[in-house]
């Protein structure tokens, strides 16, 4: 009797274990994504869409779990975890990715895109693709270029509207060599600093000022210890949607065509913030206290001319035909 009952049950708890077993292929997977600065700035805007549109597109099969404001750690920290897979995605400054991935510095000299829809165009184009397309050689799935803005100089000491005013300031900057070069070359006193410590560094004097765009000066509050603004826009600072191989490896064809796809349409959210902030952020700063410098074309031209030495030092790196390919392109 027990024997019997024990064979009809039989094909039942088989049907239940193919079931669980049914159940556990379609666990949803987390992915952990860091990224600096609140929800409410340019990534965090990109970051929270990117969320969204892989709850509606990806069949349940991921969830986005947002980490902002630096919580996994600075922009280096946060690539380092990409590498390692103990980071899924990374919203981040392309600064510390040259680290890793030299061919992105390129992308960093001064003066190389002349406004947002040039910057845009290359990027999103074959251009732009060519680099990403380095990536995974160096331990990194970049899924999309997204934005920063053009980067501007504060600083708490004096008015700059000439290279001659910026000499001996101690600015913190990325850690980019592009950029420290670049410094050195106008006579500033370039210090790479992660950002998570540049507040603080700049309310107890260790640094004089500091480089970044609208949007991040804004969100990061730095009016309240800078005093200067000068709207420099000496470097377009794109960003990287970046993904760890160990996460993006195991999807399927169309599940990594679908991720890399939402993050094109983060970074299209990212670049609209950026555009509002670079109208309404000067305002913002003026208001709040800071005294903004607008350089005519005379004096940005002044801070080009005596960029003169790093960009003969550029073309020999980087070639100047791939530099002119750029500032050529329509």
Known sequence: MIHRIARQARP????????????????????????GLGLDAHYGLGAVQMQKLVAERMGGRFKLELFPSFQLGGERE???????????????????????VPDTLITDIPFLFRDYSHARSVLDGPIGQSILDKCPAKGLICLAWTENGFRHMTNSKREVKAPEDAKGLKIRTMENQIHMQAFRALGVLPTPMAFPEVFNALQTGTVD???????????????????????????????????????????????????????????????????????????????????????????????????????????????????????NAK
């Open 209 to 327: 000022g500091q480089e970044n765009p609208i949007g991040v000066i804004v969100s990061a509050k730095l009016n309240q210890v800078q005093k200067h603004l000068t709207l420099t826009g000496h470097v377009y600072s794109p960003g990287l949607v970046l993904m760890a191989p160990a996460a993006y490896n195991k999807m399927s064809e169309a599940d990594r065509k679908a991720i890399t796809q939402i993050a094109r349409e983060g970074a299209r959210i990212t670049r609209q913030r950026v555009e509002q902030l670079e109208r309404d952020g000067v305002d913002q700063l003026r208001a709040a206290g800071m005294q903004v410098r607008a350089l005519n074309v005379a004096e940005k031209s002044g801070f080009q001319n005596a960029l003169n030495p790093a960009f003969a030092e550029f073309a020999k790196r980087f070639g100047q035909a791939n530099i002119d390919a750029i500032r």
């Open 78 to 100: 946060m690539t380092e975890g990409a590498q390692l897979g103990t980071i899924d995605m990374v919203i981040t400054s392309t600064g510390p990715v040259g680290n890793f």
């Open 12 to 35: 039942l708890l088989i049907a239940a274990a193919m079931a669980v077993l049914g159940l556990s292929a379609q666990a949803q997977t987390t992915l952990r994504v860091g990224f």
